[in-house]
């Protein structure tokens, strides 16, 4: 059985088969709606301010998952004391639950905490754009955006993955996250990209902190992370992947030195070295491995210093 997750995909084109959309909802800019599955899409004539209120499609509800593609300005570069920038999304930005995010996304995703049975029975998704007139140089706005309410069974922990079946005819169990994961991938294999990558032209907004979990069963031993374009913290572009103490002190106030990915309890396959923390540029292939017994997750950090290379990050994963 489909979940509403893939069915909402296909709608859109994404996976390219046509399916019947009649249960698809698509409110335009100031538009409401508590469909279980929903179709966010740019209008001809897009306003200053276009914000979507999704209501609760059930008690059962308890996340949202939005995956979208959208092309909006660029992180703005402001000047700090000392000659520092730090890099800002305030001119066009999509906006969810004090998360903004802008730039250029080909099918992103994010995970919404939606707790209906304690009452939460709105979220409000803004997108912003700048004053374009006066030949002002940005991009033309655009996005496309697919929306799905996923229910968990009354009083269960969302990590259940088998709930009742109700009138959806829809198992949602397998797509829903983990509790406190921004991004959640429940296939055994994949592709995680930073926000903003743009296939490493883009560069990443400052002040991130979230976490990107995947699935794990009872068979489940290690994750295996083979990165293929790393700029995470990097002052040149010098490809010298640094790890722990280079990229994060904890005895220091500064916050210069604390853009990295953190891995629990990894392994650098080429030389068989322990790390936690990965900074620095690198756009060769790095293997990691990670046997963390608990939950399988990997730790994104950005500061509120932009250096000249903060790109992002690319890599496969493999769950085993």
């Not at 999704?54 to 300005?73: E, G, H, P, W």
């Not at 853009?259 to 322990?274: G, H, I, K, S, Y």
Request: charged share 15%; aromatic share 10%.
């Amino acid at each position: 059985m489909k979940s509403s997750i893939a069915i909402a995909l296909l709608i859109v084109g994404v996976v390219g088969v046509s399916v019947q959309a009649a249960s698809v909802a698509k409110p335009t800019c100031g538009g409401t709606t508590s469909s279980k599955d929903i179709n966010l899409v740019i209008p001809t004539n897009p306003p200053r301010e276009c914000e979507y209120h999704i209501n609760a499609y059930s008690k059962y509800v308890c996340q949202l998952r939005i995956d979208f593609a959208m092309t909006l300005a660029q992180p703005t570069l402001h000047e700090q004391s000392g000659g520092l920038k730090t890099a800002e999304c305030d001119q066009d930005y999509f906006e969810v639950n004090g998360l903004r995010l802008c730039g250029v996304e080909v099918w992103q995703h994010i995970y919404v905490p939606f707790n209906a049975t304690a009452g939460v029975s709105r979220i409000d998704l803004l997108i912003a754009l700048a004053n374009r007139a006066g030949g002002v140089s940005l991009p033309t706005p655009d996005w496309n955006m697919v929306v799905s309410q996923l229910e968990c069974p009354a009083g269960a922990s969302v990590r259940e993955l088998e709930i009742e079946q109700r009138a959806t005819s829809y198992t949602d169990g397998f797509q829903v996250a983990p509790p406190g994961c921004l991004q959640y991938f429940p296939d055994a294999k994949g592709v995680v990209k930073s926000f903003n990558y743009n296939e490493g032209a883009g560069i990443y907004p400052s002040h991130l902190n979230y976490a990107i979990c995947f699935r794990r069963d009872t068979s489940t031993t290690a994750l295996t992370i083979r990165s293929y374009f790393f700029h995470v913290g990097a002052t040149s572009a010098a490809t010298t992947l640094l790890t722990d103490s280079s990229c994060y002190r904890s005895g220091s106030s500064s916050v210069q030195n604390a853009d990295f990915l953190m891995v629990p309890q990894a392994t650098l396959v080429a030389n068989n070295e322990r790390a936690t923390y990965f900074c620095g540029a690198t756009s060769g292939d790095v293997v990691i491995t990670s046997d963390n017994p608990g939950p399988l997750i990997v730790l994104f950090n950005s500061d509120g210093i932009y250096e000249p290379h903060d790109e992002g990050f690319a890599f496969t994963y493999t769950v085993q």
